[in-house]
C-alpha cells in the first residue's frame, strides 16, 4: 500500500470512528490528510469504496489473527480459549477499525455487503464448527451451536464499545476473564 493510500485510510478510520460515515466527507477526509479531494479517488474509486476497504481488511486480519491463534493444538478447549483471546485482543487492540466494522456496515452497496457477511459467516463458522465438536466430545454441554456462537461473538466485540487503553486492566488480563466466563458457560449450558 502506498504511503498516500495508507494516509487517507487512517485518517478516515479516524474520521468515520469519531464522526461515523455518513457524517465525514470526502473534504474532511482531504483536509485530514492535507489533499486536494481529487487526489483521494487516485487511490479509493469512492468514500464507499474506501469503506469496504477497511471493513474487508479488517475481516481479512481478523480472520487471520484467529488461525494463527488456532494453529498448533489439537485440543478443543484450548482452541476455544485461544479463539476467544484472539478475538478480544483484536477487537481491543484495532478497537476503531472493529467499532467501524460492526457500526457502518450499512454505508456498503449491496455487492459489498454480500462479500463482508459472507467473510463474517466464514469467521463464525470457526467458532460453531468449535461449539459443535466440544459438544460431540463431552467437553462442551449439548446446546443451539449457532446462537452460542453469535452470543460467544457478540460478547467478545463488545469490548470494543467501552475499551480504554489506560485503564485499570490490561488487554491480556481483559481476554483472560472473557476466556474464563465463556469456556464456563459453554460447559454448563444445556
Same mark, same amino acid.
Given at each position: 500500500?502506498?504511503?498516500?493510500?495508507?494516509?487517507?485510510?487512517?485518517?478516515?478510520?479516524?474520521?468515520?470512528?469519531? $464522526?461515523?460515515?455518513?457524517?465525514?466527507?470526502?473534504?474532511?477526509?482531504?483536509?485530514?490528510?492535507?489533499?486536494?479531494?481529487?487526489?483521494?479517488?487516485?487511490?479509493?474509486? &469512492?468514500?464507499?469504496? !474506501?469503506?469496504? &476497504?477497511?471493513?474487508?481488511?479488517?475481516?481479512?486480519?481478523?480472520?487471520?489473527?484467529?488461525?494463527?491463534?488456532?494453529?498448533? &493444538?489439537?485440543?478443543?478447549?484450548?482452541?476455544? +480459549?485461544?479463539?476467544?483471546?484472539?478475538?478480544?485482543?483484536?477487537? !481491543?487492540?484495532?478497537? $476503531?477499525?472493529?467499532?467501524?466494522?460492526?457500526?457502518?456496515? +450499512?454505508?456498503?452497496?449491496?455487492?459489498?455487503?454480500?462479500?463482508?457477511?459472507?467473510?463474517?459467516?466464514?469467521?463464525? +463458522?470457526?467458532?460453531?464448527?468449535?461449539?459443535?465438536?466440544?459438544?460431540?466430545?463431552?467437553?462442551?454441554?449439548?446446546?443451539?451451536?449457532?446462537?452460542? &456462537?453469535?452470543?460467544?461473538?457478540?460478547?467478545?466485540?463488545?469490548?470494543?464499545?467501552?475499551?480504554?487503553?489506560?485503564? +485499570?486492566?490490561?488487554?491480556?488480563?481483559?481476554?483472560?476473564?472473557?476466556?474464563?466466563?465463556?469456556? @464456563?458457560? !459453554?460447559?454448563? @449450558?444445556?
Amino acid at each position: 500500500m502506498s504511503h498516500m493510500k495508507a494516509t487517507i485510510r487512517s485518517v478516515s478510520v479516524e474520521l468515520f470512528f469519531k $464522526k461515523g460515515y455518513f457524517a465525514t466527507s470526502i473534504s474532511d477526509i482531504a483536509n485530514g490528510c492535507g489533499i486536494q479531494k481529487a487526489s483521494i479517488y487516485h487511490h479509493y474509486a &469512492s468514500k464507499e469504496d !474506501l469503506l469496504f &476497504s477497511i471493513l474487508k481488511g479488517t475481516m481479512d486480519d481478523l480472520t487471520d489473527c484467529l488461525k494463527t491463534s488456532l494453529a498448533g &493444538s489439537d485440543d478443543v478447549e484450548q482452541q476455544m +480459549r485461544a479463539a476467544v483471546r484472539s478475538h478480544v485482543r483484536f477487537h !481491543l487492540e484495532r478497537q $476503531k477499525e472493529t467499532f467501524i466494522a460492526n457500526s457502518e456496515l +450499512r454505508g456498503l452497496t449491496s455487492e459489498h455487503h454480500k462479500i463482508i457477511v459472507q467473510k463474517r459467516s466464514e469467521y463464525e +463458522r470457526v467458532f460453531q464448527n468449535l461449539i459443535q465438536e466440544g459438544g460431540e466430545k463431552g467437553v462442551f454441554a449439548e446446546g443451539d451451536v449457532k446462537i452460542l &456462537s453469535y452470543a460467544i461473538l457478540t460478547l467478545c466485540t463488545a469490548g470494543a464499545t467501552w475499551f480504554k487503553p489506560d485503564g +485499570r486492566l490490561s488487554i491480556d488480563e481483559i481476554a483472560a476473564i472473557y476466556d474464563g466466563f465463556i469456556i @464456563s458457560g !459453554l460447559k454448563q @449450558s444445556a
